[in-house]
């Protein structure tokens, strides 16, 4: 166990990050190089081990936090990489991405400072790489069935690697030219080095795993002709929709979505080209957007050599304490933050970059028609209207949307293709156990679904597609079908036969953990759905939400 005394002995103590000038000149981690144990060990130290840890209940993959604390805290890294990635196929991605909504919920926090969770889980996680405590493991035989995930994100991966593991074979379709999705193209090097992602795809192609890029599911292949192939499908493609700001001038040259403005960024990482097409070199730079896609553009405008760069959030500047109304345990509470990317920028322009409370009325274009300036108004807190007397222009060359995503792309005829429909949100719709959900109908049958005992027919909802019969039920004669398993249901909506939405893509824009979640949940259902039972784990339901206000 961690000491009893830990908390009140030792002051909370984050990883010190290299000087902010340095990471400037280059695109490594921002922990680079350093030396974390004997300080991560230390902080681990500082967990209670609380009867009741909400630790656990903040994380939406119920990770055992107070045992990993302890074994990292004694130095046992086997261990603490055992109970690690007993509920988290990917700590090095969470570990770095996630904004740790466990720390919020730390018991700690109701009056002090929490435990250095985070550091503890990335720590754990590469030690785990580093001392070869993360081997492959392929399972001990083959199920026979195959499922096709749709999308390679955090999600997806976690649903095949799941799956694999399970005895399935599984083949992961992605649009792009490389594996990872966002983790791939959307993310900066600086946040995480996809050496991280490498190996872990190298890891999951080692246990099984198949991997298909340029793969345009709905698109160029056809999604319900890849739906016959498999007996099952999971769409995990995300929510790549972006929000879009509808003021004067949008049109204008220089004006463009901060995804792809990141994928240029890393396409040159990638080694795919020597400079990126689209830079912010020598530009006045202003990102529309306060969340972590903003901060993403802030870190890779500062590194590209930009001249100024503003970033502007609708939202009111937060105090440093949590408000009355967002109490402990409540995670993500609104409070004054700061990234890397925002330190950064306060080392080499010294202010925050930062305009709160601000929305842009409209853009100006100079002489050669590109964008020039962008003119802005300060907001009311509440209701967001415009406040008279507050305009103002600033300078604006380079001008990147940040404004957050609204479900799945909706281009793509991937969803027509399968027979899925959207919810309110605009995000594929789903039951509670992720199995996709269709028109509404009288019928619980996919529509594409043939007479039960043909070729190729669908089984009724709930049923497996190979059904497995309990130990004493007697086989059927050739052709009939089988008649074990739960009564028939006839649902309200028809349900497109064999088909999971995991992820972002049913969630909407979301966090890397919840992605995880729910790719292992996902991978609970499918695997039920194709045996009759299984023994995965299922961490969150598919309408389950964070604990916020």
Known sequence: MTDPYGFLRTPRSSVPSRPADQRLGDWREVYAGQTLLPLVSEQANRCMDCGVPFCHGGCPLGNLIPEWNAYAAHGEWRAAAERLHATNNFPEFTGRLCPAPCEDSCVLAINADPVTIKNVEQTIADQAWELGYAPPAPPGRLSGQTVAVIGSGPAGLATAQQLTRAGHTVVVYERADRIGGLLRYGIPAFKMEKIHLDRRIAQMRAEGTIFRTDADIGGRVDAAELRRRHDAVVVAVGAEERRELAAPGRELPGIHQAMEYLTCSNRVGEGDCAAPALTAEGRHVVIVGGGDTGSDCLGTALRQGALSVVQLDIRPEPGPERPEGEPWPLVHPQVYRISHAHEEARGRHGTDPRLFSSATLHFEGGADGRVRALHLTAVEPVGRRPMPGTERVIEAELVLLALGFSGPERACRLGEQLGLTRDDRGNFAR?????????????????????????????????????????????????????????????????????????????????????????????????????????LPAPVAAHDRPLSA
Not at 460 to 484: M, N, Q
Not at 490 to 506: E, I, Y
């Open 431 to 535: 039951d509670a156990h992720y199995a996709a959900l269709g028109e509404p109908g009288k019928s619980g049958r996919s529509a594409n679904s043939g007479k039960l005992g043909e070729p190729g027919a669908s089984p009724p909802p709930g049923r497996p597609a190979t059904p497995k019969a309990p130990p004493w039920a007697e086989a059927p004669a050739a052709g009939v079908p089988p008649t074990w398993g739960p009564p028939r249901e006839r649902p309200s909506r028809r349900r497109p036969d064999g088909v999971f939405v995991a992820g972002d893509a049913g969630r909407g824009q979301s966090l890397v953990v919840w992605a995880i979640a729910e790719g292992r949940a996902a991978a609970a259902a499918v695997d039920r759905y194709l045996t009759g039972s299984t023994a």
